[in-house]
Each structure stands twice: as structure tokens, then as C-alpha cells.
């Protein structure tokens, strides 16, 4: 008899069809393994003895100077970004270009400053390279390395304000987290959600702080983004460390077979 026989056509759209479970338990099956999203989340656990990301999904380490990217022994588990010692340092790590706002995505990452929040810039969310030395080139009016992004960014050459941006569409977001104040080696979460397409203005990102909405813009929707974060140093010093304890991604995978998700 034919395989199609035997294996589960509809094993893509499974989940979304299935007649027990709740919502959240979707959320959650779907980062664990759903041919119906493209789906990352690490953890950082474990131990390296080489070179990173030699030997993990990892992009090349990016930066000026000598970056050192990689997992750190910690409970929890974390990845931690140091730049060297001098100023405008810096380091960077993207992962892959899975991604696009024409189909929809959620990142989440939990991250701090290890060291400082004098003298440094630090970037985390999502954007369209993997190799670029910081996406956003200025946070005051801002200006960006990035084609299409959306980010939060902190430079203390600007102001001592986490803010939220976006550039590709017509729209730029540009908020301060007024109400979030940065502590020195504190955990806060960052969340960033993309709907899809919407109109010519480009497709929405909003942009959350420990789940307080800071703004919202828009990116270019279709041009494929990856995870990003990245930490500059900003006065010759001592080298400047940022910490991602998790992050991840989530996305509906295009439609297969001529069936939409």
C-alpha cells in the first residue's frame, strides 16, 4: 500500500485542530516541536570546551575588539556577551534569519547587565543581519545600521531610558520604558510581538517590558529577521558584560500543501 496510507498528512495543523488541551498548552507544544511554527528557545545549559558557536545553531560571534560570546556556569544556565576593555568595544550574536513580520512572531528573552549601566549600550530583540555591528547606530532620533528591526536599545551616550524602536516601515517606534528603571546584574524580561501583515504602513511590532506595553512602530514585514542581542562599551575601561538567561522565537510557518495556517 502507498505510504500515504500510513503517515499523518494533516500532522502539520494537528495541533491547532486538536480537540482537548487549552491555548497555553498549544503555546507551549508549539516551542517544543509544531510543523506548524518555526520555533526556537534556548535555555543556554550545558558546558563548552571550545570556541563558540563552533558546534551550535549559532551565527558567528560579531563585534570591535576581542568579543568573548558564550555559556557561562550559572544556575539557570546563561549566555553571556562580554566586549574587551577598551572603548567602543563590542559583541554581538545573532542566530538565523527564520523569521518575518508578514508571518507573525513573539520573541522573549530575559536578560541584564552583568557588570554596569554606566558607559555601555546594549541591544536585544529582533533584526535583519546576522554580522552587523549594532543595528541601531543612534538611539536619540534614531538611526539605524538595520534596514528592517525592533529592538530595545539603551545607550548612555542619550539618556539612562531602555527604549523601544522599529525601522522598515512607515512608522518608526520610539518609546522610553519611563516606568522601568534599570538596575545594575537585575533580571527584566522583554517581550515583542509582530501580528503579520496589515497595510502599506508596514507590519506592527509592539514592544513589552516585565509585560508593560512600552510603544509600538513598524518593520518592513517581508525580510527575514533573526534573534539578536549585542553590548558596546562606551569609555576605556573595563571590559562590559550582558546576560541572556533565555531567549526564543515563534512564528506561523507558511502554508503547506494549500492548506493556510
Not at 499523518?8 to 497555553?24: C, E, T, Y
Not at 566586549?83 to 567602543?88: D, E, Q, R
Request: proline share 4%; charged share 15%.
Amino acid at each position: 500500500m502507498p505510504a500515504t496510507d500510513f503517515l499523518p498528512r494533516k500532522l502539520f495543523n494537528a495541533f491547532s485542530n486538536m480537540g482537548v488541551g487549552s491555548d497555553p498548552l498549544k503555546g507551549l507544544l508549539a516551542l517544543i516541536g509544531n510543523p506548524e511554527y518555526v520555533a526556537f528557545f534556548d535555555d543556554h545549559l550545558g558546558t563548552r570546551s571550545g570556541t563558540w558557536p563552533a558546534g551550535t545553531p549559532y551565527a558567528a560571534t560579531v563585534g570591535t575588539g576581542t568579543e568573548v560570546i558564550g555559556i557561562t556556569q550559572a544556575v539557570g544556565g546563561v549566555m553571556r556577551l562580554t566586549t574587551g576593555a577598551a572603548g567602543s568595544d563590542s559583541a554581538g550574536q545573532g542566530f538565523g534569519l527564520n523569521w518575518s513580520g508578514d508571518r507573525g512572531f513573539y520573541f522573549i528573552a530575559r536578560c541584564k547587565l552583568s557588570t554596569r549601566i554606566t558607559n555601555v549600550k546594549f541591544e536585544i530583540g529582533m533584526t535583519d543581519a546576522v554580522d552587523d555591528d549594532g543595528a541601531v547606530a543612534i538611539k536619540a532620533t534614531p538611526t539605524f545600521t538595520a534596514t528592517d528591526c525592533a529592538v530595545f536599545v539603551f545607550d548612555r551616550t542619550d539618556d539612562a531610558e531602555v527604549t523601544f524602536v522599529s525601522n522598515g516601515g512607515t512608522t518608526d517606534a520610539n518609546a522610553d520604558a519611563t516606568d522601568f528603571d534599570i538596575v545594575n546584574d537585575t533580571y527584566f524580561v522583554v517581550e515583542i510581538v509582530c501580528k503579520g501583515p496589515t497595510d502599506t504602513t508596514g507590519d506592527n511590532v509592539a514592544g513589552y517590558i516585565n509585560g508593560q506595553l512600552i510603544g509600538s512602530g513598524n518593520i518592513n514585514g517581508a525580510r527575514p529577521l533573526t534573534i539578536w542581542a549585542y553590548v558596546e562599551d562606551l569609555a576605556n575601561s573595563a571590559a562590559t558584560g550582558f546576560d541572556v538567561d533565555y531567549w526564543g522565537c515563534v512564528g506561523p510557518r507558511v502554508a503547506q500543501w494549500g492548506v493556510t495556517t
